[in-house]
């Protein structure tokens, strides 16, 4: 593995690879899946190891970049950066834009070096655990993952929980995820696949964000301002360790289970880090314990999402499912016997994992006196800049004008809940976990014959289940006990 | 009476060529193709429909087929349905062609799509997968057999993982009629992956995977009970047919190639030719090899034949309803309503 990776083109290509992920995980509306779909056919012509090293570090600089926007101007770059919106955008506002994004970045490494090792040495174990996990078992943990929106930001619960129900309403249209039945599309064909997620989520964050700028009549504009350095001091790394180790490894795990990815890995992790830290007041109010929570952990999901791709043979994630179709074209055969057929192109992939989140650190590191210099780009052009990308972005994802005005209309929306001050992070979330959560019950559901028992029998379950109802319990208790003695 | 046939052969093959020859002709004349060709690919990137596609796209690249580059355009969602859609629409000037399986059928049948097969021009079909029902490797049942039985005994209690609407639930649709009396009990999976992995976590029963997924995933720890194909895969020759164990089901999966109706006849005969062209490169060989798929490619009579086979075999298939799903989205409607009543009340007492 050290022989392939002392290679200086092989160095050229993750360099490269990690650069353009970065780029177009940064602009609202391009994601990495967009990059690796439209990279793939250039790698036919090169070394099946050299094109893999090429779309796994554009997969590991994608969801890195994210964390650009989303800390600098509020519109998180890929649906894994939307945690990340939380407390990168208002420590950015209060004159810290260096520590957040270098907090972000550093994070971010941790996260990417966790899973590696995770990858390298357990990925088969993990594999199998993964498969425990039944219909039952995931739905149960796409609740707990909902339950965990009523504390979501500085909003409040009920604030909270209608974002989030409003997400998972606006999720229904479309296909019904277990039935394959069409609901609620009106007898129009376009509406058959209902709304997807990359028009919402950049209509409700960055259509919505330059919308609500635009209008502010008290120019009351949030300005990222200052000048400081990114560079964050070992201690404060130290002093954070646990909740590195944790959010790392939550990432890990989640990133394992097939379509649940990067998006829940940061939530929980964002979430737990909020019931273990001593001043869960900051989160949502610019805490760096909530930007290393979500960076470590969106990390994280890459070498957990590699992990039954490479063990199985089955992808973690959208991007995993692009980079398996890689390996059939370039005529490797994935599954549990890669390891041993093709022994260089798993080494190539683990390898790929390390250096491109050590090469991610060292260039975001290097180049963050600039990327801050994005927030000073003048409104006037950056607003029409990133409105062409979040059209470009919503048309090319499938060269149709209904995704451009579901974007344009969710940005709408979207403003107007900011306005009405209802989170828009739960809104998309309860939209993205939705689909997962229903198609899970009904799987469940038709397999055990309609019984809704092994819900509570299946000790897994029953755990994830019993958590989420305390968790909403034990939130009411700390709201009375924290909130009241003010108000009254 | 010896130089006849041979005589037939020659004026045969004289009358292809000058025919080949005036279609030649022809798209010089027309400049076709003026511009890249567009292959709708109507899933997400990735699958198995896309890595198809992808394989033709590597072997025309490489050998230099086509002078203007092949550009696949993933247009993803609802069961392939969207994408179809939108080949449909396209402009029929053989630019744009969709890549479908027999989700072109099978999405009509289970009422998804109002259009089908008739409402395009088809170019070919290349490329056929063989389909194995398999359960997981410590399984009690080693033969279709025992496993019908069962079914038949028990009915409705083994769990048939799926995806409800695609080639895959017909196939386990096609299963079930092969013996009477057989029922399972049918739940959404998803994808290959997904049936992999809940086979493996006990999650289903059995399931059904093309071969290419069947040898990706053998050594994951699932066993195959028998192929559906007319006679035994010549790349699994010790797995049985179902026909062989008493059951009367065949199925198998193909590629087709369709282009928006009224495209020009000499545009389709140029993509014709080209896929048969790619499908003697050492690229497709080497690739269908690995994906277990017969190298076969159709068009014209035999083409038409395999489409409206296809179709009629659907007809005889009836959907029973899976249990009743819990109405999750009346109930969203109302806690979204109490939701906002809360809001509201909370607003008012701020």
Known sequence: MIDLFSTPSILWLVFLGTTLGITVGAIPGLTGTMLIALSLPLTFSMEPVNGLVLLVAMYVGAVSGGLISATLLRMPGTPAAIMTTLDGFPMATSGQPGRALGLGVGASLVGGIISWFALWQLAEPMADISTMLGPFELFSMVVLALAMLAGIGDSTRARGLLAGSLGVLVAMPGMHPASGELRWTFGLTFMNEGFRLIPVLIGMFAIGKILQDLTSKDGKIEEVSGNDSAWVALPVWLSNLFNLVRSSLIGTFIGILPGIGANIGSLAAYMAAKRGSKQPEKFGKGSEEGIIASEAANNATVGGALIPLI?????????????????????????????????????????????????????????????????????????????????????????????????????????????????????????????????????????????????????????????????????RKQKESSTDPPQS | MFLFPIRQTFLYRYLNLILVGCVLVIETLSGYPQKPITVIVPFAAGGGSDVFVRIFQKAIRKNKLCPQPIVIKNIAGAGGTIGSRSAKNATPDGHTILCLHDGIYTAKHYGNADWGPEDFEPIAATGRSGVVVAVKEDSAYDSLDELMEEARDRPYQLVYGTNLGAPNHYSALFLQNGKSGVKFRFTQTGGGAKRLAQLKGGHIDLTGFSLAEYQQFKDAGIKALASLGEERESSFPNLSTALEQDVRATHNLMQFWWAPKNTPPERIAYLQNLLDKAMVTKEIKESFQNLHMDPVIQVGQELQKTISDRSQKLQGITIEKPTALPPLEWIILCMTAVCFLFVIRETKSA
Not at chain 1, 316 to 337: D, K, M, N, T
Not at chain 1, 348 to 364: D, Q, Y
Not at chain 1, 378 to 391: D, H, M, S, Y
Request: glycine content about 10%; charged content about 10%.
């Open chain 1, 311 to 475: 063990s199985l043979g089955i992808p973690g994630s959208v991007i995993g499912a692009v980079l398996l179709g890689a390996l059939i074209v370039h005529g490797l055969q994935p599954g549990p016997l890669l390891f041993r057929q093709n022994p260089e192109a798993v080494h190539a992939i683990i390898g790929t994992v390390l250096v491109a989140n050590v090469m991610m650190f060292i260039i975001m590191v290097g180049c963050a006196k600039w990327i801050a210099k994005l927030s000073s780009i003048p409104k006037k052009i950056l607003f029409p800049l990133v409105t062409g990308c979040c059209i470009w972005g919503a048309y090319a994802l499938n060269g149709m004008w209904f995704d451009v005005s579901v974007m344009l209309i969710f940005g709408i929306i979207g403003w107007q809940m900011e306005k009405a001050k209802l989170p828009l992070a739960a809104f998309v979330i309860g939209f993205v976990l939705a689909p997962i959560a229903e198609e899970n019950l009904c799987a469940g559901l038709m397999a055990s014959g309609g019984s809704y028992l092994p819900l509570l029998t299946r000790p897994i379950s029953l755990c994830l289940l019993s958590t989420a109802v305390l968790l909403i319990i034990w939130k």
